[in-house]
């Protein structure tokens, strides 16, 4: 006859581990003692029971369908093809091109790289009509999927200006696209801006939601998926739940307008935690946040090389990145099971408080004008500051902990001779329509410090 292995085993209730915890506190506060405050205002609890678990999130995640992507900035042609044909040779699935210049010959880019049945997204530093038809077109003869990733509001957040149009304004200009094209999802959100410049996860979620809530509104003929390019930071299931929890919201939102509009995640490591000195070290976190962000359930993931900061676009650097990717999807086995987190009590109890507080700083967006009016004027840009000047003071006080940097820093390592790219905030004097939001790491004042020492 079977038996169950736990019948022998009494069920243990939260209130008596909690009990227990208590007992071996020996007289220390339990809430001050073992339960954690988050940046976002969540009480993380030592653990998690099932007779305290109300609800799970509803949201699916397709581990084993994400892809590898590799990033390729387009200045020289040539060198381009060959980079994008290498790395795919190594191991790449999908494409990211950074394109600057609405000159830059794409059929000549596209025509010789083995695309078919591979997806490809195209951050444009320009909006053109005739460039993204050219797309258009391609996308059909090599049988792939592209994404434009046209941001207007996000180049306004950044660079304080709308991208250059003739006659049209940006919005109007992407609904004729919209009309031209048939084979080519349009637009993007850049909700790493907000993270980069030290937003909380709440307010990452919050702001991308209201920042694709304006593109719902004013381009309701654009009905292809929406491409939420997402930085990842090194808090490990905070991280798993912002993903769930931003595209279980983004569905109840779109449900409002189109209930077959969908998100995609393009997910990158933040830089914001990033190191110029022991840089190694980068190569952890950018390890850990990768397999944050599979688990969250991204559709592809564009590795953040570990000299990023200061080395230009090398082959070793890209070929450490992917192989960082290619060893947790093809020896870590993290591509195997979907919706790996469900279940998890800790996880889907931070999904849904993220869910409810985004919401919550989401409608209050709305209320009070929606976005683009809180972006005008400077509402958006204040309290990312605030919180970022908050973490600025964790990482001062080695509260927050960078190791290698803030904590157990090398006296020896010298970097002043092997920097080929400023690392740090660069001032760009310019006339803006608005104050743009500023991407800055933690470490910045401490590494300029340590340079001049050198």
């Known amino acids: 006859m079977a038996t169950t292995l736990f019948d022998d085993f009494s069920p243990i209730s939260s209130k008596q581990w909690k009990q227990k915890i208590q007992f071996e506190l020996d007289g220390a506060d339990y809430n001050e ?29 397709k581990v084993t369908e994400f892809k590898i992507c590799q990033n390729i900035f387009v200045y020289d042609i040539e060198k381009s093809i060959q980079r994008a044909l290498n790395t795919i040779e190594r191991g790449a699935e999908s494409l990211r091109f950074t394109i600057e210049n609405e000159k830059t010959n794409i059929q000549q880019l596209l025509e010789s790289l083995p695309l078919e049945n591979k997806i ?28 434009c990733n046209l ?18 304004t940006n919005f109007e200009t992407i609904e004729l696209i919209s009309k031209a094209t048939s084979n080519i ?39 292809k998926q929406i491409v939420f390019q ?16 931003l595209r279980m919201l983004f569905k109840l939102i779109a449900n409002e307008y189109n209930p077959e509009l969908d998100c995609h995640l393009l997910v990158t490591p933040t830089k914001r935690n ?101 972006l005008n004027d400077g509402t958006i840009k204040k309290k990312i500051q605030e919180s970022a000047a908050k973490e600025q003071d964790l990482f001062d006080a080695k509260k927050e902990i960078l190791l290698g940097t803030n904590k157990y820093p090398n006296k020896d390592d010298k970097m002043k001779h092997d920097l080929e790219l400023f690392p740090f905030v660069k001032i760009k004097p310019r006339k803006t329509l608005i104050t743009p939001i500023i991407e800055k790491r933690l470490a910045e004042k401490l590494e300029q410090e340590r340079l001049e020492l050198e």
């Open 33 to 61: 003692t073992v339960i954690w405050n988050s940046p976002e205002d969540i009480q993380v609890k030592p653990f998690y029971h099932r007779d305290e678990f109300s609800k799970a999130a509803s949201v699916e995640t």
């Open 151 to 168: 941001d207007p509001i996000g180049h306004l957040a950044k660079e304080g200006n709308w991208f250059t149009t003739p006659d049209k």
């Open 230 to 245: 997402v930085s990842v930071g090194t808090n490990y299931f905070f991280e798993i739940a912002k993903l769930r929890a």
């Open 185 to 223: 999802s349009l637009l993007s959100v850049d909700l790493g801006l907000y993270q980069n410049a030290g937003a909380t996860i709440t307010q990452q979620i919050a702001y991308s939601l209201a920042h694709a809530n304006e593109y719902l509104n004013r381009l309701p003929n654009v009905t």
């Open 274 to 374: 990033k190191t110029i000195y022991d840089y190694n070290v980068n190569m952890l976190r950018t390890t850990t946040e990768c397999m944050s962000a599979i688990l969250g359930g991204a559709d592809s993931i564009a590795n953040l090389p570990y000299d990023a900061l200061y080395h230009k676009d090398n082959e070793f650097g890209d070929r450490i990145a992917r192989n960082q990717l290619l060893v947790l999807k093809h020896e870590s086995y993290f591509d195997k099971v979907d919706n790996p987190a469900d279940g998890s009590y800790y996880i889907e109890s931070l999904t849904m408080q993220l869910a409810e507080k985004s919401l919550a700083l989401f409608k209050d967006i709305e209320a009070n004008g929606g976005f683009l009016k809180l």
């Open 120 to 147: 490809v997204y195209f951050n444009l530093n320009f909006i053109s009509i005739d460039f993204v038809k050219q797309l258009d077109v391609i996308a059909i003869q090599k049988k792939s999927t592209f994404y």
